[in-house]
């Protein structure tokens, strides 16, 4: 393909007066524009890029070939859980009969799709030692806030007013981030020098402000890849305190199969499905965050929610929506989040990789995980800072090249990776030390795949000593070279047009 | 190398305070800027403004990550330097020529919280 000539972008492909389709010359628009205010309409023709069709397609096609994803290679991204979607749960979610459904649509004629929701609400249960799911929350930060709200709604109805999340300074930027958007007011919590909640720390601030302390956010293993030993010992305190215990599922994939939230002390906790269940992230799709909680919390998860209503004599069980008023029963919470019931669509995928696992073979997922970080961890600290010494979990941290005599930065071996045809691990995160370089290869991946790319991790460990400007300028094969950063983050320029002007 | 101004106090959280007077002159430290990699952005307070000791007067972005600047010392802001709002990479260039803002002094015996350049190069090195 002539990457030269359809690299360009659209616009610079333009050409005025060049068109892709041809229209009746005497049609008549102003039915179109009718019943539109004036305010509305618009004065000139939108400036759109003109091009025939070919040339549109090429282009695309062309950026297309510039993607990579997980189907192209391996793709390490610490703390994003890249594993594979199988092709399998995108059969299931392009079903006819599931894509056509309508929210709105009666129960009955539904019946199937309930039950999967159902069966996945369960799931999620039986997987984090939880007693129910909403499925409601339309992605991980979604479903942070839901679980917060969820916190605020318990302490309300006992009439306490409770203000603080406590989290530690190791966390995830979006837990901070929710807390602020629910209202509430954050306090960090320090961490020891092996990167674990400073126990010591989080007791003195409970006895300065116990009763003020709504929960504690944590994720186990946390942010740098590293079990939290004192779990038990956090969770209890916290609930001395009278404050709850909220699980980020962030990397709840180190975890699957081996031990539970739940049997942690968690009250509280969001799934990511495009994390540990395999839907696609980001682009790929839309996101899907469940939120789940301990017996006794129920009652303030959002409404709608799907419930099974027992089998009568000999017939089968089905199954209903709760829109808030009485079908189970009980009067269900007044909190909403998002529209109906979120993306269907992900949760069929995520109840497809669950079944196909089946109970005996997800319980190798979180070991796996762990085994293949805990390998690249022990065959790189020879050439890679390693700060934390010791077993990690599913992602390892590195603290940039140990030898930074050469100049070489985390950023420049990232840049370099992409020359020989690897996704970037994810750099300068965490925050605690300078050169961060966050290693997750998921349980998905060969032993050849992980030597190769580890063999490549010592090669540009080798090219910084013997050619440290081959790294620092790279990447070389790649269709755009270095980008300038700094540049790009001072003076963004969103619009095309906007370029043309000046 | 980063290096470490005599003569400055500085906070466990990197910022430095030059102390001329009644007034204190705010900025990130060298080895801030260093660890911060190239700055994009600095958000600053208002003239008038109030600033306590150990709570965050503003932040500074880098490509790498934004970070909250913590007021080292208590008063109200008298000037901030207009210069970073157009070339924050200044801070990159000369972390100590270039003060971020001007403080009235509230509490002089805030003082005593900080450390030298000695100490502070010492709590970098750990």
Known sequence: MNRTLYGNLIFELSKKGRRGYSLPTDYDRSHTTAELPEALLRKEPARLPECDELTVVRHYTNLSHNNFGVNDGFYPLGSCTMKYNPVINEEIAGLKAFAGLHPLQPAETCQGALEVYYNLQESLAELAGLSQFTLNPCAGAHGELTGLIVIRAYHESRNEVRTKVLIPDSAHGTNPASAAVCGLEVVEVKSLANGTVDTDHLRQLLSEMGGEVAAMMMTNPNTLGIFETNVLEITEMVHKAGGLMYYDGANLNALLGECRPGDMGFDVMHINLHKTFSTPHGGGGPGSGPVGVRKGLEQFLPMPRVVQIPAEEEGLESFAVDWGTSVSGERGSEIAVGNFFGNFGVMLKAYAYILSLGRENIREVGPLAVLNANYIKERLKDDYLLPIEGLCKHEVVFDGLRDKSTGVTTMDVAKRLLDYGYHAPTIYFPLLFHESLMIEPTENESKETIDAFIDVMHRIAQEAKTDPELVKTAPHNTPIGRVDDVLAAKQAITTFWKVMKE | ?126
């Open chain 2, 1 to 126: 190398m980063a290096l470490f101004e005599e003569g400055l106090l500085y906070s466990e959280s990197h910022e430095y305070v030059r102390v001329e007077g009644e007034y204190g002159y705010i900025g990130i430290s060298d080895y801030a800027q260093h660890a911060l990699g190239n700055v994009v952005y600095v958000d600053m307070p208002e003239v008038d403004d109030e600033v306590t000791a150990g709570e965050e007067f503003g932040a500074v972005e880098s490509v790498k990550a934004a970070s909250d600047l913590i007021a080292p010392m208590s008063g109200t802001v008298v000037e901030v330097n207009e210069a970073l709002e157009d070339k924050p990479e200044l801070l990159n260039e000369d972390a100590f020529g270039n003060w971020i803002i001007k403080v009235q002094l509230s509490d002089p015996s805030e003082l005593d919280a900080l450390m030298d350049a000695k100490a502070y190069e010492a709590h970098c090195a750990e």
